[in-house]
Each structure stands twice: as structure tokens, then as C-alpha cells.
């Protein structure tokens, strides 16, 4: 196992991988989701959608909701016009678009300063997760690194496909959030350690190679992660819009009694604080933002009223003197290398930014949902809030929420 010390940016060749939507116009999205209303035949959505100029109506999930991809120069806001008035759908809403935002004997260690950070040691010879199941919802899982999963990886499902299969991590970024909520820990020697290393990992492909879903292929991945036994909801990424499809999916996830935690984007600079992203956005979300290894707020992390808790999501500084930029280190692949029944470069990565904050909350979820098997998603987030180390300002505030998790102290509440 080797370490990869470069911090995989891009976006102007920035990448923080935060999962927040680009800038960009309506006019720019392609695809409207429509819900049907109940009873109305299959002929008369296919007509629908030709008199719309419609190219192709997919299905998703146990059709909650279809998806209509628009022929190059249709005007959106007329067709969304148009769609608003008939009586056989309920709503018709633009497809956003959204991306990737016990000691251990691991070899590696003692170069993850944020597990440290977050008093995982202590909270270890509590609860290492056993029994409980998370779902990563991001560009799938890879399987096949030296440190890995054990077997603890579970059959996951494909958004983009409507299918159950075809789940492995193209991308890599999935793959590095999944580690840090589960990595195989204390038991192979090698690699690094992950939170809730006893937990089931539910790999759900929202993202594709690229690192780019929709809300669509969101709104699907909840659902079925829900109907196939999941009991946390990972989403290290998200969109500057949400919407009506995706909404209702976070509601049946709180509702079913499902945790839902996600990244609050990474817009932000050193002086603009950026509103946090959707899915984080919503109330029934534990948004998660990010602080680097002295506790400061890191400059990308978005924040605001809905920011719940903060977690480590790094910066490219040095501020522990340990020879790295201090990252998020856990093992994945070299960016895109990932192919069907391999990818390639594997080594421990050092990433950046909410997406790697927001697991930080789920791994410790985990725990705490091991211990409490009884607990609903309202009394996790009183146990999580009450117990965070509060930064900034005395008490809530926009920059910190209600502080730094502190994985220790949310066992023993």
C-alpha cells in the first residue's frame, strides 16, 4: 500500500469533491421529472410526451416519478408551462443536476489526524457498528483495494439503470467516502481504518464516472435504500436546487425511520459564506460542513441557517507537521480509472471538502445506531447535537452549527 500524496483537485482543476451544482442557467438542463396522477394509462403518458417534443419518458424507482428529456431548443419554462396546466400531473419540475461534493493496527493510522479530531478511540471500545447498514449513495464502491471492505459490502443498485447490480465505483470518489464510514479496520494490518468498520455498506450509484447524477437518480437511490434495509443514508453531494421528487423522497426516507446525512457543498470562500446544497438543505437532513485540523472552518465549506454539525474535510496546509497536506486520507483509485471487475492505481488518496466531512457524521450514526437500535432519526440528531464540541460564536451559529461532532461523547448521551 502506498500514499498518494496528491490532493485530487480539479474544477478549474479544483476538486474538492463537494458535490455542488455548476453555475448555470435553466435554460442548461435538458430533463423535467413529471409525476403522473394515479389511473392515468400508459398511452397517455407516451402522448404526452410527443406533444411536448419530448425524445424519451424513462421510468425510475417503482415509478414515483418519470423523467422527459427535451430535443435540443425547447424552451423549458414553456413546456414546464405547459405540463403545469394538464390534469393528469401532479408536477412537472426541472432535472437538476447534481455532483460529487480500540487502536487500530492499520499501517496508516496515525496519519488520519481526523479521526483524532472527532475522539474515535474512545468511542471504538463502545461501538464499532455492528448490525447496522449504511448506505453510500455517490458513484458506487469499489471492491478491490488491498485494504477494502472485508465482507461486509452488500449487493447495491444502479439509479441510472433502474437496476439492482452494476454498482461498482467508476469514478473513485464513492469508493473514498465509503472508506472513511467503513474501511476495513484492526484485522489485515495495512491501509487505514474507517468509523463504523463492523457496519453493512449499501452502495447506491447516484453518480455516474464523472462524478454527475441528477436529482432524479437521487430521489430513486433514497428510495430504494430504504426498501432494501438501510438504517443510514450517506450523500456526499448535492445541488444548489432541489425539488419536488427529491423532497418527497427525504420525507419517506425520515419517515420509514431512515437517518439522512449530506454534505453542505463547498462554495464557500474565506469571506462569502455559500448556502448550504440540497438534500442538505432540508430539515428531516443532518448537514454536515466541513473544518480543518486546527477546528477552523474550512474557507469552502458552505453554511447558514440549515448547517447541523461540522465535521474534518481538510485543507491543502500542513498544519500538523506530519509531511501531508492535511486531507482526508482513505484508500480509493486514480480518478476515472475505474473499469468493470477492476480499477487501476489504487493507494491511499488524500481528498478534500464536505463530501469527506459528511461520513465523518454517518460513521459516527452508525455507532451510535449499533448501540440504540431503538433510536428514530430525531433522537440521533438530539444525541449528535447535544454532545458536538461548539466552535465559533457561543452556541448555534451559521459557520459551525451546532459544532464538531464528537463521536465519544454521542455514545454516552
Known amino acids: 500500500m502506498f500514499l498518494r500524496t496528491t490532493l485530487l483537485l480539479a474544477g478549474a482543476l479544483v476538486f474538492f469533491c463537494a458535490l455542488v451544482a455548476p453555475a448555470r442557467g435553466e435554460e442548461d438542463v435538458r430533463e423535467i421529472i413529471i409525476k403522473f396522477r394515479p389511473g392515468i394509462a400508459e398511452a397517455a403518458k407516451a402522448s404526452l410526451a410527443k406533444t411536448c417534443g419530448g425524445r424519451e419518458l424513462r421510468t425510475f424507482y417503482r415509478d414515483h416519478f418519470r423523467v422527459l428529456t427535451l430535443p435540443a431548443g425547447a424552451k423549458m419554462q414553456a413546456v414546464l408551462a405547459r405540463l403545469a396546466r394538464h390534469p393528469a400531473i401532479m408536477y412537472a419540475e426541472p432535472n437538476y443536476r447534481v455532483r460529487a461534493f480500540s487502536i487500530p493496527d492499520d499501517a496508516s493510522y496515525p496519519l488520519q489526524w481526523n479521526f483524532q479530531l472527532i475522539n474515535m478511540e474512545a468511542a471504538w471500545d463502545i461501538s464499532t457498528g455492528d448490525g447496522v447498514t449504511v448506505a453510500v449513495l455517490d458513484s458506487g464502491i469499489s471492491p478491490y483495494g488491498d485494504d ?15 437496476r439492482e447490480g452494476l454498482w461498482q465505483d467508476f469514478h473513485s470518489h464513492g469508493t473514498h467516502v465509503a472508506g472513511t464510514i467503513g474501511q476495513e479496520t484492526n484485522n489485515n494490518g495495512t491501509g487505514v481504518a474507517g468509523i463504523a468498520h463492523s457496519a453493512r455498506l449499501l452502495p447506491v450509484k447516484a453518480l455516474n464516472r464523472y462524478g454527475y447524477g441528477s436529482n432524479a437518480t437521487l430521489a430513486a437511490g433514497i428510495r430504494w435504500a430504504v426498501d432494501n434495509g438501510a438504517d443510514i443514508i450517506n450523500m456526499s453531494l448535492g445541488s444548489s436546487r432541489g425539488g419536488l421528487a427529491l423532497k418527497e423522497a427525504v420525507e419517506y426516507a425520515h419517515e420509514q425511520g431512515v437517518v439522512l446525512v449530506a454534505a453542505t457543498g463547498n462554495d464557500a470562500s474565506a469571506d462569502t459564506l455559500t448556502p448550504v446544497s440540497y438534500p442538505a438543505a432540508y430539515e428531516q437532513v443532518i448537514a454536515v460542513g466541513a ?19 461540522v465535521a474534518p474535510g481538510g485543507i491543502p496546509d500542513d498544519f500538523n507537521a506530519d509531511g501531508y497536506s492535511d486531507a482526508v486520507m482513505q484508500e480509493t483509485f486514480k480518478l476515472y480509472a475505474g473499469y468493470p471487475r477492476r480499477a487501476l492505481d489504487w493507494g491511499l488518496y488524500l481528498m478534500m471538502g464536505t463530501s469527506m466531512a459528511s461520513p465523518h457524521v454517518a460513521g459516527v450514526t452508525a455507532l451510535i445506531k449499533s448501540l440504540h437500535p431503538e433510536w428514530t432519526p430525531d433522537h440521533i440528531r438530539q444525541a449528535l447535537i447535544a454532545t458536538a464540541v461548539d466552535l465559533g460564536e457561543p452556541g448555534r451559529d451559521d459557520h459551525f452549527g451546532y459544532g464538531l461532532v464528537d463521536a465519544a461523547a454521542a455514545l454516552a448521551y
Open 291 to 309: 473544518v480543518d485540523s486546527l477546528k477552523n472552518r474550512a474557507f469552502y465549506s458552505n453554511g447558514g441557517e440549515e448547517l447541523d454539525l
Open 148 to 162: 477494502g471492505f472485508g465482507d461486509r459490502l452488500l449487493e447495491g443498485y444502479n439509479a441510472f439503470l433502474n
